[in-house]
């Protein structure tokens, strides 16, 4: 007889949210994480200096503050929510936002402005359906009909092919900044969707960080779980299913982890299935403590715990489209994060944290560090005499930190419809034979939101 009914291997946001909805059905848990820390992407390290607070990964969590998981189980975190959502500077002083309020946005896109409110406000006003399908188990024949024709019309294109329908230069860029968090070429089919779900969420939900860092959601969670008779075990590295005491495993990692520690427990038609998963793009990804706040050269940007750098739509398309194509972009579009200048827990009294990736080949060794920089001086002038110190970690790097992150993709796996298109309640998260893996690998993908790991340990619970 076993220990324990489940055993979850890796304690990112999903591991843990998987532990949690397993201890809370009356299962007996253990989370084994091969770090001395829990948290995956949401770790919180003072890498520069001490007092200086940075997050490993993630910063700011729309689909944290929206995910019905955190909501049903009342995860104890202080969300901060800053004036603006995010910025995009266009240069000479000049930037768009995304506001939260819907109308004060379109206000800036001229003779965008009816297009953008007939694209956003359908969406916003149906807002809870919205994230009930997107941040779900993707179904054939979803429930909330009508929010998943609005999305599938529209979500399903190219962000180049929605953003075409635009004319102002600040609609296209604003368009491109927030589709680009999909680690794809604006060219692939669905970009536009992420573009839209992350947009509407901060129109509706905020764009917030976590006070105190995004530790605080490993941490929540971990004592969720305990409070529920869960147990954390640390610095245990698993090679194999059968070193783990358990009669049901959730994976919290990649598809070629599963296949590492557990083939021999797997059909051949799942090994083959989990043999297609390929790693996307990789990060490359700088850490500052800054002497003060970022100068930037407009006035919106300051205002925003987000910023996208790097110009208008074509320059973006054309980074993105060069990382895919296994191009070091000398022009990288740069999302920087300025936590610190919402809460003041993240640095001494008068001083900053930030930082900037971008998007690099898989399994790049390549310093971008310059490249990024440069791009900062471009719309913050003075930018550098205001770094104080810099940690810096490469896509190869990452994936030495957090193996999850294969190559340096931190997106779970390479865009694209075929991941997105995983039907059914419990179909992408069970492995047969005791295994199940909820990992950003599967629906509904990348974010804290602890919504793959949640759906996989219902997929447990459902088998009985």
Known sequence: MSSFDVAVV????????????????????????????????????????????????SSVHPTGVASPFFNRIGLDVEWIQPEIPFS???????????????DETAGQLGEDSGRYRKLMEPLARSIDDVVETLLGPMMAFPK?????????????????????????????ALLAGVAAHSIAPLTQPATAGVGLFLGVLAHTHGWPVAKGGSSQIANALAAELEAN??????????????????????????????????RDRLEPSV????????????????DWALEGPIPWADDLSPRAATVHVGGLYG????????????????????????????????APTGKHTAW???????????????AIENQMERFAPGFKDVVRARFTRTAAGYESHNPNYVGGDIGG????????????????????????????????????????????????????
């Open 10 to 57: 890796g304690s990112g946001p999903n591991g843990l949210a998987a532990a949690v909805e397993a201890a809370r059905s009356g299962r007996s848990v253990v989370l084994v994480e091969q770090a001395s820390i829990i948290g995956g992407g949401t770790r919180t390290e003072e890498l520069t200096e001490p007092g200086f607070l940075h997050d490993v990964c």
């Open 88 to 102: 995009h500077p266009l240069g000479d002083g000049r930037a768009v936002a995304l506001f939260s309020d819907l």
């Open 144 to 172: 909330r009909k009508v929010a998943f024709a609005q999305l599938a019309m529209t979500g399903a294109l190219p962000m180049a092919v929605l953003a075409a329908r635009f004319r102002s230069e600040q609609a296209k």
């Open 229 to 262: 008779g869960g147990v954390v075990e640390l610095d245990h590295l698993v090679t194999s299913v059968d070193e783990l005491d358990a009669d049901a495993v959730i994976f919290d990692t990649m598809p070629d982890a599963v296949l590492r520690i557990a």
């Open 271 to 286: 090994i083959r299935r989990l043999e297609r998963w390929k790693p996307g793009s990789g990060v490359f990804k700088v």
């Open 315 to 346: 320059d973006i398309a054309a980074a993105e489209k060069e990382a895919s194509r296994g191009v070091h972009s000398e022009l990288p579009f740069v999302l920087v994060t300025q936590p610190s200048i919402v809460d003041l827990s993240r």
């Open 356 to 370: 900037g990736y971008c998007h690099v080949p898989a399994g790049s060794t390549v310093d971008m560090t310059e």
């Open 413 to 464: 796996g390479r865009f694209g419809i075929r991941k997105l298109l995983q039907v059914g309640d419990a179909k992408p998260f069970t492995l047969g034979n005791g295994i199940y893996i909820g990992s950003s690998a599967v629906p509904p993908g990348a974010g804290v939101h602890g919504m793959c790991g949640s759906l996989a340990a219902k997929a447990l619970i459902a088998a009985g």
